[in-house]
């Protein structure tokens, strides 16, 4: 067991989401600045977050990727800011190695790695530091997520790629108990396949807690249709975690808290 395990009976663990970027899908430039983002983060921890993502580059469909020393500016001063005062862990949301590397010297705990540790790099800084990481699944690139999406049937091949990636972190040196799973909602699926995924999180588990990420994204319409964006991720959650999930990357932490009871 991990701490990332939710037990028998409770609810799973929230990860609020901060991006700290001109362009997210969701909340793009409101949190640029690095008092704006400061202070969400406070917000984001007041509502009952367990963790907090801070992420400098969005990988919204259709995106182009920001240079990485673009992405350390955004997020760097916040976390140096905010992690000491914290008592909850933050999380940095990037694919890079470099990134992620500065981010944990300003105190990150855990590196969320929307590529899934396909980059060597990053899997010999997650052995060598001792950080928590997510793997998350995605077909595809940001800039490919609305035209290339995955063939039927989908969810085996995810499950494969998570247990592959898992089972490599391992055996590079990574902590069995550091590792969490992402199925990756919304990273080249198709509607039918993302609520295939939030109605049987269980499935991707492999031993690992497994996150879902539902908030917002634009599947939403088709699995609850005629739902604003923040009443569909309520539900999605709440589909989450009735199917298993350990942890919900969410953007409005208290609706989701409060939704799930």
Do not use: Y
Request: with cysteine; glycine share 10%; charged share 25%.
């Amino acid at each position: 067991m991990t701490r990332w395990h939710r037990s028998a009976g409770s609810p799973p663990f929230l990860m609020g989401i901060l991006n700290a970027t001109p362009d997210s899908f969701s909340d793009g430039g409101m949190f640029l600045s690095a008092e704006d983002a400061v202070r969400h983060a406070f917000e984001l921890a007041d509502a009952g977050a367990d963790i907090i993502d801070i992420g400098g580059e969005s990988t919204r469909p259709g995106s182009d990727p920001v240079a990485a020393r673009t992405e350390s500016e955004r997020i760097i001063p916040v976390i140096r800011e905010v992690a000491p005062s914290l008592s909850i862990p933050i999380s940095v949301d990037t694919r890079r190695p470099e990134t992620a590397e500065a981010a944990l010297d300003a105190g990150a705990e855990i590196v969320n790695d929307i590529c899934g540790l396909t980059d060597e790099r990053m899997i010999r800084l997650i052995a060598s530091s001792g950080a928590e990481v997510v793997i998350m699944h995605m077909h595809g690139t940001p800039k490919t997520l609305a035209s290339d999406v995955m063939a039927d049937p989908a969810l085996p091949d995810i499950k494969r790629f998570l247990a592959g990636q898992a089972l490599a972190a391992i055996e590079a040196g990574v902590g069995r108990n550091k590792i969490i799973l992402d199925p990756g909602v919304g990273f080249g699926k198709t509607p039918e396949q993302n609520m295939q995924i939030v109605r049987g999180s269980d499935h991707f588990s492999c031993g690992f807690p497994v996150l879902i990420g539902p908030s917002r994204k634009r599947f939403l319409a088709h699995g609850f249709p005629g739902m604003d964006p923040d009443d569909a991720t309520a539900e999605a959650a709440k589909a989450s975690s009735e199917s298993g999930a350990d942890i919900l990357r969410v953007h409005d932490v208290s609706r989701i808290r409060s939704a799930l009871g």
